[in-house]
């Protein structure tokens, strides 16, 4: 039960950014979320897009270094508490959240969207089930 996210290594200067995601938007891509950390050498684009493989496969093609990371997405009822619920849950599981960034949901407003990257998605997707939360699939994703 996981989502394949992009992680796409770029140099840490004007215009690399604005490079990669114009080879996106040149191809047709959409990018459903995107998470951007950097170093001052280099930066990590992090993205959850509606065709993996073409979207590795023109980033490739245009010097893009990338690799496919499994992650974890999670629809989050849009209340106070709700972020709090799904890490009491993942924390009492002893579920390590190596880091998360959050994305739009579409028309679906009663929901906040996460990604996680966790140790071990299978424990997690287990436990937020057994508290009735939602994890989403990569189809889900693509429809978004």
Sequence with gaps: MSIKQISVFLE??????????????????????????????????????????????????AGFINNITPVLGVAIPDVPGGLCKVLEALTNARVNVEYMYAFLGGKDVDHAYMIFRVEDDTIASAVLAEQGIKVVEQEEIDKL
């Design 12 to 61: 840490n200067k004007p215009g690399s950014l604005y490079a990669m995601t114009g080879v996106l938007a040149q191809n047709g891509i959409d990018m459903r979320a995107f998470s951007l950390a950097e170093t001052s050498d280099f930066g990590i684009a992090r993205i959850i897009v509606d065709d993996v493989y073409k979207t590795t496969t023109v980033l490739k093609d």
